[in-house]
């Protein structure tokens, strides 16, 4: 099992609409969460971290996170074509380290 | 966020040659400070973290005297691929963070070995 899950993708949805990406991890004692967006060619960016249970607003970003269930997630609201890209999933494993999902890739369609 | 640089942002060398790619922090000091290998289509490997003035760690399976790493101040951390193969060619990214826990990327260097 990896360390870090996500769903394979590609996800594909129409501008304006809700995009949902999801990401489990395996280590119970994980604290710190973190979604990264990535565009072809170029290095990740941080959108979002997360730390608590519950839910964490950044504009259109919401991120969800479940430690009982060991499940975070991203949702994107009013998806823009900029929005294209594949969205990584990283858990820190400790003195700053994070383990990365394989990413799902996000196309927006006009 | 911080500000992370990287250079160069890309290199073309020969077979058996060393390239050295520097990180540096622009804003900000950091002891440690990451780097990672992503392969096309493949996610983010972390390949050892660099520590200042220390040894770096290096990760199961990454060669230490192959990827030499120097981290000799808080605002520098330097990969070296000593003796590149086309196998090396990927895309080499550090990072760094003032904390132990939000750590922002530099923006990559491309690394294709002849």
């Known amino acids: 099992q990896k360390e870090v899950e996500q769903n394979s993708g590609p996800l594909s949805v129409p501008e304006g609409a809700i995009a949902s990406l999801n990401c489990t991890y395996s280590?119970?004692?994980?604290?710190?969460f973190f979604w990264y967006r990535q565009y072809s060619g170029k290095s990740p960016e941080l959108i979002m971290f997360?730390?608590?249970?519950g839910d964490k607003e950044d504009g259109r970003f919401t991120a969800q996170l479940n430690k009982a269930s060991q499940y975070v997630s991203l949702l994107i609201r009013d998806s823009q074509p900029s929005d294209s890209a594949t969205y990584l999933c990283?858990?820190?494993?400790?003195?700053?380290?994070?383990?990365f999902g394989d990413g799902t890739t996000l196309t927006v369609k006009p | 966020g911080a500000v992370v640089s990287q250079h160069p942002s890309w290199v073309i060398c020969k077979s058996g040659t060393s390239v050295k790619i520097e990180c540096r922090s622009l804003?900000?000091?950091?002891?440690?400070m990451f780097w990672y290998r992503q392969f096309p289509k493949q996610s983010l490997m972390l390949m050892a973290t660099s520590n200042e003035g220390s040894k770096a760690t290096y990760e199961q399976g990454v060669e230490k005297d192959k990827f030499l790493i120097n981290h000799a101040s808080l605002t520098l951390s330097t990969l070296t691929v000593t003796s590149a193969h086309p196998e090396d060619s990927s895309f080499y990214i550090c990072?760094?963070?003032?904390?132990?826990?939000?750590?922002?990327f530099g923006p990559g260097t491309r690394l294709l070995v002849l």
């Open positions: 804003d900000f000091q950091a002891t440690t």
């Open positions: 990283a858990v820190n494993v400790g003195e700053g380290k994070s383990t």
């Open positions: 997360i730390y608590s249970n």
């Open positions: 990072s760094g963070g003032e904390g132990k826990e939000t750590q922002y």
């Open positions: 280590d119970r004692g994980s604290q710190s």
